[in-house]
């Protein structure tokens, strides 16, 4: 199969392109510049090309069997009016270039796989378990989600199958918020963030690979949770990473007031979370590698 990818030579799609070419797939990554002396692997190129602008990028997309937009900013910084753009442009002109590109797809059976996030359900207080029917949340981020989806859903228009892949917070090595949390964690400075009540949905990268390979090789479609089966509490991820790593928590939780006065809106985010779980995945038999926290931990710990 030939596959285009958004978003390829980040921290989700290096490790996907990986297993992609792995598995036989050619893969082409569009990137703003291809930079000198930047390996990939056997069967993967680079395009050169802006994915929030219109350019000549998007006349290869037809030539593929697939699309895999993973492209977007990263939230995980203080929102301001510029970065809240940036944040909702990056994902909604890039997925609107690709649906544009994708207008004479009609008879091609391709297939796009769009990302998006649990951001989508909305910061919840509550312990309400979220699927797919779940209705969306009322806050900056569910606004960023009904956008990009919005403009992926276009595709149907065009005979394209849309597969809408809604990710929790990926834990892998090499970067996400795993590498973050770790630094403090090792010094025995880890602790739970506000109340610790807040739910924390999550997902192990290579699950999070298997699950974009699954859904590129079956024919359904409309959103899918990429979430592990058992999301746990801020409090329960503390205490479990201080676990495996042998190292006690005995720092208070960091007070709500000091990370909204650090982070703004965004560490509201943080205080809230969404306690979402995968059942499409599982009604369509996907079998999670990692499917508690504890053994997705241990995975990442081991040197």
């Not at 596959?3 to 980040?10: A, D, K, L, V």
């Not at 391709?110 to 699927?131: E, F, H, P, Q, T």
């Not at 009904?146 to 892949?165: K, Q, Y």
Request: overall charge neutral; proline content about 5%.
């Amino acid at each position: 199969m030939k596959i285009f990818m958004t978003g390829g030579t980040g921290f989700v799609g290096s490790h996907l392109t990986e297993k992609l070419v792995g598995s036989g797939h050619s893969v082409t990554l569009l990137t703003r510049s291809v930079r000198a002396g930047k390996r990939l692997p056997a069967g993967a190129e680079f395009l050169e090309g802006d994915p929030v602008k219109a350019g000549p990028w998007q006349e290869k997309v037809l030539e593929h069997d697939a699309v895999i937009n993973l492209a977007g900013a990263s939230i995980f910084t203080v929102w301001t009016a510029k970065n809240r753009q940036m944040i909702l442009d990056s994902r909604v002109l890039t997925t609107r270039n690709i649906v544009d590109a994708l207008a004479d797809a009609s008879g091609r059976n391709i297939a796009l796989i769009s990302g998006s996030a649990v951001g989508y359900y909305g910061g919840r207080k509550d312990d309400m378990v979220l699927n797919e029917q779940s209705p969306p949340g009322n806050d900056f981020l569910t606004e960023v989600s009904l956008n990009w989806e919005g403009e992926a859903h276009r595709a149907e228009n065009f005979g394209v199958r849309v597969v809408i892949t809604r990710f929790g917070i990926v834990l892998g090595k090499g970067g996400g918020a795993f590498e973050k949390m770790l630094p403090a964690f090792k010094k025995c400075l880890g602790s739970s963030l506000g109340s610790g009540k807040q739910w924390f949905s999550w997902i192990h990268l290579e699950d999070l690979c298997n699950i974009i390979a699954f859904l590129l090789e079956r024919n359904i479609a409309g959103p899918f949770n990429c979430t592990a089966p058992h999301p746990v509490t801020n409090k329960e991820l503390t205490h479990t990473l201080a676990d495996v790593l042998g190292c006690p928590v005995f720092m208070p939780p960091v007070p709500g007031f000091m990370l909204k006065a650090l982070l703004g809106e965004f560490g509201d985010v943080v205080l809230k979370g969404q306690r979402v779980v995968p059942r499409r995945l599982l009604d369509e038999g996907f079998q999670f590698q990692f499917a508690t926290l504890r053994e997705a931990l241990e995975d990442l710990t081991v040197k």
